[in-house]
């Protein structure tokens, strides 16, 4: 990876700048250490993360544009204290775009990140990995997405891929295209793309449903169980990102992992490779992946749930 060059890669004091579509961003302090050599990797430096992240733009962009982010920074790298932001900093330049949204007693400004400058920005806030909504800034109450996350209890990927191959089997029977994204830390998202007709109660509701039935099928290796101590080292089949204002790892996100792995878009073909983890993919060949398109088969428009909860209902026992 080509990262910034100049003054600012000597002096770890010293401030850069990158051109970013039509702005020029200063990267302060581009010599920064974010993630410490180890082994074989040489580590990652501020100005390799905003590379990263200008490179990857094309790819990652539409996978953020109008979405409310929680932003995970690092300002001290991987061996400093990590902060979860979810309000805008009034000193953002007045060109990062706000999202101002209801909470709980009051309301939060999300930053949106819909052009290459602000992600490049973000990248020198030592942003490491955006999360993002499952729904738009212009209509917060209807998800677009509906996310399974495959959450195995120890680190190996085989329980994993099983679980995927199972669940996008219901999903074909139910009629709905699905997406699958290594999360670049131990699991995997099967993503669910919707026509937003439907309000984030419905959405969790049918969520779960989905999850029980899948879980009855194979009650030996997946489980709904909340609670960490009742799942009998199964596989959770976790449906929690699917509320209002909750988050999930947004494609092409660091991950604040040893290596530098990438949350990464995947095909189903691709899930059955042995070869293919939840951290296959790091800042250094991603982009090579985000090619092929991975995602191409996935129809642009979302599906409507009404008829995928008829189905459902006639598949229970």
Same mark, same amino acid.
């Given at each position: 990876?080509?990262?910034?060059?100049?003054?600012?890669?000597?002096?770890?004091?010293?401030?850069?700048?990158?051109?970013?579509?039509?702005?020029?961003?200063?990267?302060? *302090?581009?010599?920064?250490?974010?993630?410490?050599?180890?082994?074989?990797?040489?580590? $990652?430096?501020?100005?390799?993360?905003?590379?990263?992240?200008?490179?990857?733009?094309?790819?990652?962009?539409?996978? $953020?544009?109008?979405?409310?982010?929680?932003?995970?920074?690092?300002?001290?790298?991987?061996?400093?204290?990590?902060?979860?932001?979810?309000?805008?900093?009034?000193?953002?330049?007045?060109?990062?775009?706000?999202?101002?949204?209801?909470?709980?007693?009051?309301?939060?400004?999300?930053?949106?990140?819909?052009?290459?400058?602000?992600?490049?920005?973000?990248?020198?806030?030592?942003?490491?990995?955006?999360?993002?909504?499952?729904?738009?800034?212009?209509?917060?109450?209807?998800?677009?997405?509906?996310?399974?996350?495959?959450?195995?209890?120890?680190?190996?990927?085989?329980?994993?891929? *099983?679980?995927?191959?199972?669940?996008?089997?219901?999903?074909?029977?139910?009629?709905?295209?699905?997406?699958?994204?290594?999360?670049?830390? *131990?699991?995997?998202?099967?993503?669910?793309?919707?026509?937003?007709?439907?309000?984030?109660?419905?959405?969790?509701?049918?969520?779960?449903?989905?999850?029980?039935?899948?879980?009855?099928?194979?009650?030996?290796?997946?489980?709904?169980?909340?609670?960490?101590?009742?799942?009998?080292?199964?596989?959770?089949?976790?449906?929690?990102?699917?509320?209002?204002?909750?988050?999930?790892?947004?494609?092409?996100?660091?991950?604040?992992?040893?290596?530098?792995?990438?949350?990464?878009?995947?095909?189903?073909?691709?899930?059955?490779?042995?070869?293919?983890?939840?951290?296959?993919?790091?800042?250094?060949?991603?982009?090579?992946?985000?090619?092929?398109?991975?995602?191409?088969?996935?129809?642009?428009?979302?599906?409507? $749930?009404?008829?995928?909860?008829?189905?459902?209902?006639?598949?229970?026992?």
């Amino acid at each position: 990876m080509v990262g910034v060059t100049g003054a600012g890669a000597k002096d770890s004091g010293a401030t850069d700048s990158v051109r970013a579509g039509n702005r020029t961003v200063p990267i302060h *302090r581009p010599a920064k250490v974010l993630f410490p050599a180890t082994g074989d990797d040489t580590g $990652l430096t501020k100005a390799d993360l905003v590379e990263y992240y200008r490179s990857v733009a094309p790819y990652m962009l539409p996978e $953020l544009k109008g979405r409310p982010l929680m932003l995970e920074r690092h300002p001290d790298g991987l061996d400093g204290p990590r902060f979860m932001q979810k309000n805008t900093p009034d000193g953002y330049p007045e060109w990062v775009r706000r999202a101002e949204l209801a909470k709980k007693g009051g309301t939060v400004t999300h930053p949106v990140c819909d052009n290459t400058a602000t992600l490049v920005f973000l990248a020198d806030q030592a942003c490491l990995t955006f999360h993002r909504w499952q729904s738009r800034a212009d209509r917060p109450d209807a998800p677009d997405r509906l996310v399974f996350d495959l959450d195995p209890a120890g680190d190996t990927f085989e329980p994993v891929r *099983r679980a995927a191959t199972q669940l996008g089997e219901l999903l074909g029977e139910l009629r709905l295209p699905s997406a699958l994204l290594t999360t670049g830390s *131990r699991g995997l998202h099967v993503i669910v793309p919707l026509d937003g007709r439907s309000g984030f109660d419905e959405v969790r509701a049918f969520a779960a449903d989905v999850a029980r039935t899948l879980a009855a099928r194979d009650p030996d290796h997946l489980t709904t169980e909340v609670r960490t101590a009742a799942r009998g080292g199964r596989l959770y089949l976790d449906i929690q990102r699917n509320g209002y204002a909750q988050t999930a790892v947004a494609p092409f996100s660091v991950r604040a992992r040893e290596g530098a792995p990438v949350a990464t878009p995947i095909s189903w073909d691709q899930v059955a490779d042995p070869r293919v983890t939840a951290r296959r993919w790091t800042v250094r060949d991603v982009l090579d992946q985000a090619r092929t398109r991975p995602w191409s088969q996935v129809p642009a428009r979302g599906r409507s $749930l009404t008829p995928a909860r008829k189905r459902l209902q006639s598949l229970k026992p």
